[in-house]
């Protein structure tokens, strides 16, 4: 069974553009969750999709932004760079969308913008 | 407040030794799921193991083993005769039943493993 697939695996963008990075879920699964991690902090909770809609965001500007495609496969899209914005962003499915669901993670898209 | 606290930033310990990493949780929940995370070199989250509220047997996999006990909020994970592939960032995290979206992750713990 394939696991979660991400891609690009690194992306560098310059101060001011647009990002998108992409997620692929684990078969079966419909709930996808983004979270970013920046250089020796934690897991920042991005978004969360389940079902084609976005059912959860964490503290972050609505620059950051996303979809969930019919396949459940899922985008994120960050405008307006910052340089603060460089880091992992990691995708996540669970099963259901439920708590007791554990995640499962892609290997990350690192962004770095100069 | 923090949901989920993982007190030990960084650990190094010298192969073949054990090692606890701690994690304290709170929540006012009766229903709440406890996850562990690997996150080596390589960037991706491995999930280790889940553990439900209702649940406080210890397990074990293996050289893991995890020590869960609701009166003092814990979900301590231990490895035992430790090795340098173990070296990794170690999460802990926590659902809520009634927020079933959304996880709480502890800042994570380093370990490194010396040979």
């Known amino acids: 069974e394939a696991g979660v697939t991400q891609s690009p695996t690194h992306l560098i963008k310059t101060r001011g553009q647009q990002a998108t990075l992409r997620c692929s879920p684990i078969?079966?699964?419909?709930?996808v969750y983004w979270y970013q991690q920046a250089l020796g902090l934690g897991l920042q909770f991005l978004l969360w999709?389940?079902?084609?809609?976005?059912?959860n965001r964490g503290n972050f500007p609505p620059r950051f932004s996303g979809r969930q495609f019919p396949n459940y496969s899922s985008e994120l899209n960050v405008n307006a760079l910052e340089l603060e914005d460089s880091a992992l962003y990691l995708c996540?499915?669970?099963?259901?969308?439920?708590?007791?669901?554990?995640?499962?993670f892609g290997n990350g898209t690192r962004l770095t913008v100069t | 407040a923090q949901k989920v606290t993982q007190a030990q930033t960084e650990i190094s310990v010298v192969e073949k030794e054990d090692v606890t990493l701690d994690c304290v949780y709170e929540?006012?929940?009766?229903?709440?799921?406890l996850f562990w995370y690997k996150q080596p070199p390589s960037g991706e989250l491995v999930f280790l193991i889940r553990?439900?509220?209702?649940?406080?047997q210890n397990e074990i996999s293996g050289r893991y083993s995890w020590n869960f006990q609701k009166s003092t909020s814990s979900f301590n994970f231990t490895i035992t005769a430790s090795q340098v592939v173990d070296s990794a960032v170690y999460f802990c995290?926590?659902?809520?039943?009634?927020?079933?979206?959304?996880?709480?992750f502890g800042t994570g713990t380093s370990l490194t493993v010396i040979p």
């Open positions: 929540t006012r929940d009766t229903t709440y799921y």
């Open positions: 553990r439900n509220s209702f649940d406080e």
């Open positions: 078969s079966g699964h419909t709930s």
């Open positions: 996540a499915s669970s099963l259901e969308g439920r708590g007791s669901s554990p995640l499962h």
């Open positions: 999709y389940d079902e084609g809609e976005e059912r």
């Open positions: 995290a926590l659902s809520e039943a009634r927020n079933g979206n959304q996880f709480y």
